[in-house]
């Protein structure tokens, strides 16, 4: 089974910057997709941002030319950096990978989300 630790949030000024990580671990033969979302308080979860398999990459408009996605496929690890942070970046970040995974009966498909790892901005 396939677990994800997410890590890097915390209070930061507005107009700082953080950098998320996302570690997978478990038989994980590869991660194929992966996206960051979030949830502020009273709203619906959120995609942030999203990397497919061809490295595709999809930003919400809110934070495009501020995040940016990457993937350490050796590592087993998705990051999101932030920069330029405001206020209404406010919320409970969450990752979420597709991978295939190895186990007993052969390879399969796993869908898995994190956590969660708070970031503040503010003053």
């Known amino acids: 089974q396939v677990q994800l630790v997410e890590s890097g949030g915390g209070l930061v000024q507005p107009g700082g910057s953080l950098i998320l990580s996302c570690v997978a671990s478990?038989?994980?033969?590869?991660?194929?997709?992966s996206g960051w979302y979030r949830q502020a308080p009273g709203k619906q979860r959120e995609l942030v941002a999203s990397l497919a398999s061809d490295g595709t990459t999809n930003y919400a408009d809110s934070v495009k030319d501020r995040f940016t996605i990457s993937i350490n496929n050796f590592e087993h690890t998705v990051y999101l950096r932030m920069t330029s942070l405001k206020p209404e970046d406010t919320a409970v970040y969450y990752c979420n990978v597709e991978c295939t995974v190895a186990a007993t009966g052969g390879l399969h498909e796993e869908n898995v989300w994190g956590q969660g790892t708070q970031v503040t901005v503010s003053s």
């Open positions: 478990g038989t994980i033969v590869r991660i194929y997709s």
